[in-house]
C-alpha cells in the first residue's frame, strides 16, 4: 500500500505571497490531519478533516486554512505569509473510524519565507 | 508552559547502551500516550503506545506512563545505531497529538 504524499516537498515564497500545499492519504483512509513543524515550537496540530468536513482545529490563526476532497486528498492554504511560517507542514491519515487511530506520516513539505 | 515537555538533548550514547527518554504532561485527561521516531528528512513514524498507567513492550522498546506523576517514559534496551533519531512523545486527546519537543539520540559504534 502506498504510504502518505505530500506534494511539493519544497517551496520557496516571499512575505505576502499565498501557498497551497497537498496532501495525498492512505487508499481507504478518511482522515488528514495538518501538523507545522518548526525548531522552536516543534509540531503543532494544525486542522483535521475527516469526509470533507473539518473535525478539529488547533491554534492557528485564520490566515492557515484547509480542505478536503470527495477523494480524501486534503490542502492547506496559507494566505499573507509570514517569515515566522517558515516550517515543515507535515500531514498524517488514519482510517478516521476511531480517535486513536494511528496516525500515519508523510514525509513533509519544506516551506520557506523569505 | 507547555501541555507537554519533554528534554529536546542532543544525548549520545554508546552501542548497546540502555536509553532513557521522558516527557512531563500537565493535562490529567490524556489517556493514550504515542512514541514517534523521526528520522532526518522524514516525517515521523508511530514507535509503539500506551493506555492509561502501565508499561508496553515491544522487542528492545518498552514504554511507560505513570499518570499519577503525570510521566511518560520510552526505554531503549541494547541500542543500535539505526536508533538515532528524534524521539517524539505525543498524548492523543481525541485524535489531536500533542508533541513533546522531541529528543534528538545519536548511537555512537
Known amino acids: 500500500k502506498a504510504g502518505v504524499t505530500q506534494t511539493p516537498r519544497y517551496l520557496i515564497k516571499t512575505r505576502g505571497q499565498q501557498v497551497t500545499l497537498s496532501c495525498s492519504p492512505i487508499s481507504g483512509h478518511r482522515s488528514v490531519s495538518w501538523y507545522q513543524q518548526t525548531p522552536g515550537q516543534g509540531l503543532q496540530f494544525l486542522f483535521e478533516y475527516f469526509s470533507e468536513t473539518q473535525r478539529n482545529k488547533g491554534n492557528f490563526p485564520g490566515r492557515f486554512s484547509g480542505r478536503q476532497f470527495s477523494n480524501s486528498r486534503s490542502e492547506m492554504n496559507v494566505s499573507t505569509l509570514e517569515l515566522g511560517d517558515s516550517a515543515l507542514y507535515l500531514c498524517?491519515?488514519?482510517?478516521?473510524?476511531?480517535?486513536?487511530?494511528?496516525?500515519?506520516f508523510g514525509p513533509g513539505t519544506r516551506l520557506t519565507v523569505l | 508552559q507547555k501541555e507537554v515537555e519533554q528534554d529536546p538533548g542532543p544525548l549520545s550514547v554508546p552501542e548497546g547502551a540502555i536509553v532513557s527518554l521522558n516527557c512531563t504532561y500537565s493535562n490529567s485527561a490524556f489517556q493514550y500516550f504515542m512514541w514517534y521516531r523521526q528520522y532526518s528528512r522524514k516525517g515521523p513514524e508511530l514507535l509503539m503506545y500506551t493506555y492509561s498507567s502501565g508499561n508496553k513492550e515491544d522487542g528492545r522498546f518498552t514504554a511507560q506512563v505513570d499518570k499519577s506523576s503525570k510521566y511518560i517514559s520510552l526505554f531503549i534496551r541494547d541500542s543500535q545505531p539505526s536508533d538515532s533519531a528524534t524521539y517524539l512523545c505525543a498524548p492523543n486527546q481525541g485524535g489531536k497529538l500533542i508533541f513533546g519537543q522531541g529528543t534528538e539520540l545519536s548511537v555512537k559504534p
Open positions: 498524517a491519515s488514519t482510517p478516521g473510524q476511531t480517535a486513536t487511530d494511528t496516525q500515519y
